[in-house]
C-alpha cells in the first residue's frame, strides 16, 4: 500500500475510489474540477496499482476543510483512513492551517469514531444536510480539530 499526493493525473483513480465509499460518487470531471480550486489537495491510496482510498482537503485563509475521505469496504479496518488523515492533517499544517473542520453524517458511525479518534470535536449540526432520496434527509454533524503545535 502506498499513499501519494494526488495530481490532476489521478482524477479518474480519485473517482474509482470515492465509488468504493459512497453511494452518490463523484466523477473524474468533478475531482479535477476540485483540484484545480485554491487550495485543494488530496491523497491517493494505492494498492499495487489499484486505487484503494482516498482523502481530499481544501486549505484557505488559515483553515483546513476535509471534504471526502473513503476506504475500498475490502481494505477498511486496517488504518488505512487513519493514515490519510495523517497525511491530510499533515499537509493542511504545512499550508499554514491551524484548524480543520468537516461534516459527517450523525449516523455515520464509523467515520464518526476516525474523527473522534484522530482528536475531532463537534462544533455544531446542521440539520436535514444530506439528501438521502425516499428515506428523507439526516442530520450532519461539524467536527474541529486544533492543528497548533501546542494542541498536537
Ligand atoms: C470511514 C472510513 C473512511 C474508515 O476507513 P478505515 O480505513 O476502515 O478506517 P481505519 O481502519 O483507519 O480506522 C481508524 C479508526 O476509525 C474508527 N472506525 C473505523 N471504522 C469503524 C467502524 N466500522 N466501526 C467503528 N469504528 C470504526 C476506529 O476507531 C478505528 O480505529 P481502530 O480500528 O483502531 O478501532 C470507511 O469506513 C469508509 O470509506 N466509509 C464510507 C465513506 C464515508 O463514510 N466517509 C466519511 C464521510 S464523512
Not at 15 to 31: L, M, S, V
Not at 102 to 115: G, R, S
Not at 127 to 139: C, H, L, S, T
Amino acid at each position: 500500500m502506498k499513499l501519494e499526493w494526488a495530481t490532476a493525473e489521478d482524477a479518474p483513480a480519485l473517482a474509482t475510489a470515492h465509488a468504493a465509499g459512497f453511494a452518490q460518487p463523484w466523477d473524474a470531471e468533478a475531482f479535477a474540477g476540485l483540484l484545480a480550486g485554491p487550495g485543494v489537495f488530496g491523497f491517493l491510496a494505492l494498492d499495487e496499482e489499484t486505487p484503494a482510498g482516498l482523502v481530499l482537503c481544501r486549505a484557505v485563509a488559515g483553515e483546513a476543510e476535509v471534504l471526502t475521505i473513503a476506504v475500498d469496504p475490502a481494505l477498511r479496518r486496517r488504518g488505512l483512513a487513519k493514515a490519510l488523515m495523517a497525511a491530510a492533517l499533515g499537509a493542511a499544517r504545512q499550508a499554514g492551517a491551524d484548524q480543520a473542520f468537516l461534516e459527517v453524517a450523525a449516523d455515520n458511525a464509523p467515520a464518526a469514531a476516525l474523527y473522534a479518534g484522530l482528536g475531532f470535536r463537534r462544533a455544531g449540526l446542521r440539520r436535514g444536510y444530506y439528501d438521502r432520496g425516499p428515506e428523507g434527509r439526516a442530520d450532519a454533524l461539524v467536527m474541529r480539530l486544533d492543528l497548533t503545535p501546542a494542541s498536537s
